[in-house]
């Protein structure tokens, strides 16, 4: 099994700008994940309800992890494909879009880099 920060192609992902003992030799370029995801309407439902009464909506975040790894996988094949086995300075940012807000959009970006 991979470790959570690196991917079957051994690529590593960092929120940092470097990673401690293992010197960058090259970089490879800016690289980008983009996963959107529309909301259910029942699912909706049932999280509204959730808000109403207390809690924590389990569908939602269900969601939006997998959403998350799905845009750091991104990640991870674009900076391999530029030769990369890393990528430091890794964001991610979450948007609502579409109508009414009816979608999310979870977004990673960083450097790929060799180490």
Same mark, same amino acid.
């Given at each position: ?19 401690e ?19 259910? *309407?029942?699912?909706?439902?049932? &999280?509204?309800?959730?808000?109403? %009464?207390? +809690?924590?909506?389990g569908? $939602? /975040?269900? =969601? ?10 991104? *990640?991870?094949?674009?900076?391999? &494909?530029?030769?990369?086995n890393? %990528?430091? +300075?890794?964001?991610?940012? $979450? /948007?609502? =879009?579409?109508?009414?807000?009816s ?11 060799r180490?």
């Open positions: 099994m991979t470790s959570p920060w690196k991917d079957a192609r051994g690529v590593i992902v960092s929120t940092t700008p470097m990673l003992g293992h010197p960058i030799q090259e970089y490879c370029g800016i690289v980008t994940g983009e996963v959107i995801v529309g909301a259910n *309407l029942f699912r909706d439902l049932f &999280a509204g309800i959730r808000d109403i %009464v207390g +809690g924590r909506s569908s $939602y /975040e269900r =969601i939006l992890a997998d959403a998350r790894r799905q845009a750091i996988e991104e *990640l991870q094949a674009e900076a391999a &494909a530029l030769g990369g890393a %990528v430091v +300075g890794v964001d991610l940012d $979450y /948007e609502v =879009i579409g109508p009414n807000g979608m999310l959009m979870v977004s990673a970006s960083g450097t790929a880099v180490v």
